[in-house]
């Protein structure tokens, strides 16, 4: 059975650092893309990052340079260390397994229940 | 603003029917890019409902169909029931900006 833990989310000043962690159960890391996607509240979805099974990293322009997404593959856990937050990097942040045949028609199959993130003085 | 857009609410009576739309360009939906749709109820994680455009995961219930055409694409829901009351979600990937893109999503009130 699939399974994605989150865990690391807390409460963070402006400019602070927090470092999100997932660790996936019933597939391994170096079989699937994992991307973490956040949820402001009361907003929609917004796609964050990926790490692919081959170990290509993308990232969204919001967070690029900020944000650094990683990999164990011997712990099976993925993670998203965050540096230099704003206000407006509060969320709740989903880790989410991806799949389908080539990268345009990847979906988000499972998900982890989410941790949230809050940015405030 | 989300790169798809989708109508911010949708409601309809219990056995009635509903659509959800999910517009998007050729950059995206148009450029042949997998549809995907999402259901969320308050507080808890998405779930698949359709994927690569017309597709259901087993158990979801066939009252729950997708399709595209050029650059958008509908969820259509038929035989409302109080439990589809939920926030869906449209995805693709849009191949301009390299990242996957959601709608804005959809809040559907089952009257």
């Known amino acids: 059975e699939v399974q994605l833990l989150e865990s690391g989310g807390g409460l963070v000043q402006p400019g602070g650092s927090l470092r999100l962690s997932c660790e996936a159960s019933?597939?391994?890391?170096?079989?699937?893309?994992v991307s973490w996607v956040r949820q402001a509240p009361g907003k929609g979805l917004e796609w964050v990052s990926v790490?692919?099974?081959?170990?290509?990293?993308y990232y969204a322009d919001s967070v690029r340079g900020r944000f650094t997404i990683s990999r164990d593959i011997s712990k099976n856990t993925l993670s998203l260390q965050m540096n230099s937050l704003r206000a407006e990097d509060t969320a709740t942040y989903f880790c989410?397994?991806?799949?389908?045949?080539?990268?345009?028609?990847?979906?988000?199959?499972?998900w982890g229940q989410g941790s949230l993130v809050t940015v405030s003085s | 603003q989300s790169v798809l857009t989708q109508s911010p609410s949708v409601s309809g009576a219990p056995g009635q029917g509903v659509t959800i739309s999910c517009t998007g360009s050729?950059?995206?939906?148009?450029?042949?890019?997998?549809v995907h749709w999402y259901q969320q109820f308050p507080g808890t994680a998405p779930r698949v409902l359709i994927f690569?455009?017309?597709n259901r995961p087993s158990g979801v219930p066939d009252r729950f169909s997708g399709s595209k055409s050029a650059t958008s694409a509908s969820l259509a829901i038929t035989g409302l029931q109080a439990e589809d009351e939920a926030d869906y979600y449209c995805?693709?990937?849009?191949?301009?900006?390299?990242?996957?893109?959601f709608g804005g999503g959809t809040k559907l009130t089952v009257l």
């Open positions: 019933g597939f391994s890391l170096s079989d699937y893309a």
């Open positions: 050729s950059s995206n939906i148009g450029a042949g890019s997998g």
């Open positions: 690569h455009d017309t």
């Open positions: 790490i692919h099974n081959s170990g290509e990293i």
């Open positions: 989410a397994k991806q799949d389908g045949p080539i990268v345009e028609t990847w979906f988000f199959d499972y």
């Open positions: 995805q693709s990937y849009d191949v301009s900006l390299n990242a996957w893109v």
